[in-house]
C-alpha cells in the first residue's frame, strides 16, 4: 500500500512541498540529513501515483517499495466463477446457505429457497471450523455430495469451505469455489494445497490480519496455482461486547474502490447479530462490496452451528429486493 | 445493552429452551447449580424483549439489568437542533466545515460554498485538541464569532467543539450545537461543563469507547443540562496502518436500527483518508446514519491542521448528490 | 460474558451480598426477574470457588458453566518433556536457538554456545511460516536432521514447529516437542494432526486468541492424542507501532498462578527488539512463565529471517546468569 | 512509519547495507527511486544513534524526524518529588491508597498501616471519574484535607486525581504529586491547567494512547510549567474479557530501558483481578518501572469504588517485603 519517501531538491523550499503534499492528501513526516529534507508518507495517505508527485516544484525524487504482491497486483479486475463475475463496480453476487450442511433435506430445501431470491452461489459448511473440539465438526464428504446435487437441482454454484490440506483435491472436485476460512488465512500449507486444487479461492480476512498481510495471503494462492481470488471481509477482533466482531468497511473501500480488487463481505460472523446483518449488508455494497456471503438456515432453533446469526430465507428476500431497488440488482 | 439471564424451570427440557433461544437470535451460555439451569444471553446477541422469552416452553423466569442510562433511553426519538431534526429514519443530516477555521474569509467562503450543496451545519474547530502541543490550537473566540457571521449569511447552523469547561459558557451564546470530541467522550468535568450549558450535544466516541461507555457520557449530559444528544462515530483505534481508524458501522446500526438514537458519522476521521470519505460516507448512511460531519477545505495545501482528509467542496457536492439520488435527500 | 451467576435467597438483603462478593474481588452485575435477585460475575474478577459464595449469608444458589476444556483442566501441574519438566513454580526452561536453521555448520555452532549456558532446548525452524510467499520458507527435512545431530552432540533436546499436517508423523521422530505456531493456533487440521504424532505439543497462542480460545486449541491437541501440552504467550495484535507485538504478561500470570498451567513466554516476538528482550525475559519470569523461548543468531546480519530481533548468544548467558541470580536457576 | 531513513551510497551494495541494518537489530524496507535505494527503518526496531550506522560501509546519509517532544527529552533523569525520587534504574517507589476516599477515619487507618510497609505515596481519590454520572462521583475538597492530614501524621507524601481545570489549583496546594487520569490523558485544557499549578505530574496512559501520544501528552505539561513528568502505564484496552485491561509491559521496558524516562505501573488497573496484582507487580518492576502505583483497602466489601481490585494491606506488605528480596529494597 501507500508508502512512499518524497526527496526535495536542495535548495528547494521544504514547507511549499510539504504544503503541496498534504493537499494531495498525504500525512508526511519530515526526515532530514543536514540540508536534505524527505518526507516519509505514511501508509494511512491517500493512494497516489509517484508520477504526480514528481511534477511538484521542489521534488527531486520519489522512491518506491517494490510491491510485495505483483501476481495479486496483475490479476485481471474481473474474476470470473464459472458463469458468475466478481469486480469492482459489477452487480453484486448474493450468495447465501446454512453455516453447516445438516442433512440432504435441509440443503436441497434450502437450495430450492434462495435459488428464486437471485442468490448465485450456495454456501454451506461440509468441514467445520470450530473453536471446541466437541462441537459439531461437519459431516464431511457426504454432506459436499448433498451439497452438490442440491446446487445443480435448483442452478446455483457452490461455495466451501476447505479445513485441510488432504480435502484440498476432492472438494475442488465437486465445488465452483474453494474458501479458506478466517483461522486459516496464515496457515500457509493450507494456502498452498488450496492453491494447488486450481479452483478460484475465497479469501477470508483473518481475525486480526493487516491488509497488507491479507493481500500476501492472496498472493501465496495466486503463486501456488489459484484460478483467480475473491477477498471477503468477516469483521476483525474487537474490543466491544455488544457485536461479535468488528466489520472492517474502510478495508472494503479501500480494496475495491482504490486498488480495484473484488471483495465480499460476510455480514453474519461480521456481527454475529441477526438484527443487525441486514443494514450492514446495504452498508457493505455502499461502501464497493461485490458480494455478500449470508448465513441462512431454514429452522434456525435446530440450527447445528452459528444460529443466532443466521437469517430466515425471507430475510434474503429483503435483501435481493433492497439491491435490486437500488439499482444493483442481485443477478 | 442486551444482557439476560433465562431461568429453566424446574423438570423442563433445557436442551429445547435453548434451541429456542437460538432460534430467537441468542448467543447463550449454559449455567448450572444442581437441578437449575440458567442461560446467560451473550451481549453480542440480537436484541429481544423479556416477555418474547417468557412465551418460551420451559421458561420460568427472565431476569434483567437496570439500564444505566435512564434518561437517555427517555430521550425522544427525534432531536431538534435549532430548524434541524436528526432521528434514525429521518433524512440525513450533511454538516461540513473546515477542521479549523483559519481566518474570517475562509470560513465564509466556505459557508458560501456549502449552503447550495445541502448543508445545514457548518462546523469548523476554533478551539483545537492536538496531539503536539506545538501544533496550531486555533483562533479561539475570535473565529467563533466570524463563523456565526458566515453561518448566518448563508443560513446555515453552527456545530464547534468545545474543549475547555470555562469555554463552554460563551460558545454556547454563539453555536446551535456544542460537540465533544473522542478525546474529551470521558471528560467528565467537561461533559458537566457542557450540559449545563444547556444547548443540544454532539457527542463522539471515545477512541477505545465501548458502546455502553459511549451511551454512559451521553447520560452525564442529559443528567447535567444537555438538550438532547447526537451522537457521532468517528472510527475506533484498529491495528492496520492503511487507516488513520477503523470506522465501526456495525455500532452505527446497532444505535440507530436496534436503539432508535440519532447516531451521525464522520467518515474524515473514520478513515483520515480522502480517497475513501466518499465511499463510507454512502456505507454510514446505508447503515442507519442520520447525518454526516465530514472535512471540507477550500485549499487543502495551506489547510492549518488536518488537510489530507478533507473533501474539496466539489465532492460535498457530489455526495449530496448521492444522497439525494438514493431517495434520501440531503435536506 | 458472566461466568457465575449467584442467586440471592428470597428475603435477603441483596446489597449486603453484593458487597460480600465484592469484598471476594468480584465484578458483578446485578440482574432482577420480579423479586429475584442474581448477581452475574464478569469474567475479569478474581478466581473462586463456588463453595466460598455459598457460605455468604444471602446466598441462596451459585450456577457454573461446565467447563469446556475437561481434559486441560485435569493434565498435571507438571508437563514432563524428556528429562524437562515445564511446570508453574519449577525452575524456569531456556529454550533457545535461531529463528531458521540455514545450514548444519550453523545450528552446530549456535548449540555448542549455548549448551553451557543453562540452555534445555534447542529451537529452530526447519519449516518457517513466513508472511510473504516470496520469503525464505526453511530447509525442511534436512534442516531437521542438521538439528537432531547438534542437539545430540551438545545434550540439547528439540522444540521446533510444524506447519503441515502432512510432516507431523516424520518431525514427530526427530523432535522432542512439537510447536504449533500462532498463524496455526485455530487450524483445527493441524492441531489433531500433530496431537496424533503422539509428542508433547508447545502451543502458542495466536495473534488475536482470547485465553478461552487458546485453552480450547490446547483441548483439541489433548482430545487428539498429544502427550502434554505446554502453551506458549508470544504478544497479541496492539495498536502501536513501537513494538512488533503487545506482550500479554496478564494472560501468563493468570494461567500460572491462578491456573497452575505451564506456560512459557517468547520476548523475541513479544516485542521484535532486540533492546527489549532481556527487560521482558525477566518481567515474564516475574510474572509466573516456566520457560523462555528466546530467538539467537550467531551472525545476525546474515539472518534469512526475523534477524533484528534475534539476540547475541552472549546475551542469552546474561539472562541465564540473571535467572541463577534471580534465585531461580536455569537448570 | 518510519522514523529513519537510510540512504545507500551509489553504486554500494545496498544488500551488505542491507545485512549490516538487520545485524543491528533494524526492520528495514526497502524503497528504491530509479538506481537510488533508502531503506526506512520502522518503529518497532531498536533503537540506534545515526552516528552508528554512518559508520556501515555503503551508508551515505541517515535522515532523522525532529524530536516532537524537546521538552522531555530534555528532562533530567530523575524527577524528585519532595523527597523521593523517580528513575529508571532507582529503587522503585511504593504508592498506594484507596479508590477513593470514603472518610477521614479510612484514610487515617489506611496512612497508619501502609507507612510502616515501605510505603512512600499515599493515593486516594478525592474527585473520581466514574463511568456512571449515577456511581459516587468522591467527596471532593473535604477529602483532600482528610488525606493531607493522614499523610503528615504518617510521614507519607501524597498524590491525588485532578479531573476539573477549575481543581487544579487548590489541589496543587495539598498534593505533593498531581495525578492525570488515563480518561484525561488527551485532555489538552486539563493538562495545561494541571502543568499550571507547578507541581510534578504523574501522567497515566489513556486507554488507546500510543507511546508517542503519551509523550506528547507529557511534553504539553512540561510546555505549560509542570515540575517533573512520571508517566504510569495502567492497562490498555484489549480484546480478552478474563482481564479488565492488558497491561502492555513492553512499554514500560521501552521508555525505561530504552529512553531512560521515569514510569511507574498500577498493575491494579492494569488487570482489574485481586489475583494478579502481585504477580504483575513483580513483572512490572523485572521489566523496569521505578515504582508502583496499587489499590488498596481496609474493608473491600464497603469500598465505594473499584473493590474487586484491591489489596488488602496486608499484601502491601507482602509486596515490600518481595521487592526488598529482589534487592531492589522499597524504600
Redesign the interface.
Known sequence: ?????V?VKSGADAKAVQ??L??R???V??????D???F?V??????IEPAELLSIEGVA??????S?HPRLDAQPEVVRVGKTDFGAGLPPVMMAGPCSIESEAQIREVAALLAPLGVRFLRGGAYK??????AF?GHGEGALTWMRRAADESGLQIVTEV????DAGHIAELADMLQVG???M?????LKAVARAGRPVLLKR???A????WL?AA??LL??GARGVVLCER??????????N??????V??L???HRLPVVVDPSH???????VL??S???????ACGLLVEVHP?????LSD???ALAPAQIGELSADMAR?GRGAR
Open positions: 500500500m501507500s508508502n512512499l519517501i526527496t504544503g503541496q498534504v493537499a492528501g498525504l500525512w513526516v519530515r526526515m532530514q540529513s543536514g536534505r529534507v524527505h516519509a505514511e501508509r494511512h495517505s491517500r493512494h525524487e520519489v522512491a518506491t517499495p517494490a510485495p471450523p470450530r473453536t471446541s473440539p466437541y465438526q479445513m485441510s490440506e488432504a478466517s483461522r486459516n496464515h496457515n500457509y500449507a493450507l483473518g481475525m486480526a493487516t491488509v497488507e498481510e500476501l498472493e501465496y503463486l501456488h469483521g476483525v477482533r474487537g474490543f466491544d461486547p455488544s457485536t461479535r468488528l466489520l472492517d468497511l474502510g478495508a473501500a479501500l475495491s474502490q482504490v461480521g456481527t454475529g447479530r441477526r438484527d443487525l443494514p450492514l446495504r452498508a457493505a455494497l455502499a461502501a464497493g429452522d434456525p432453533a435446530n440450527a444460529g443466532p446469526q437500488a
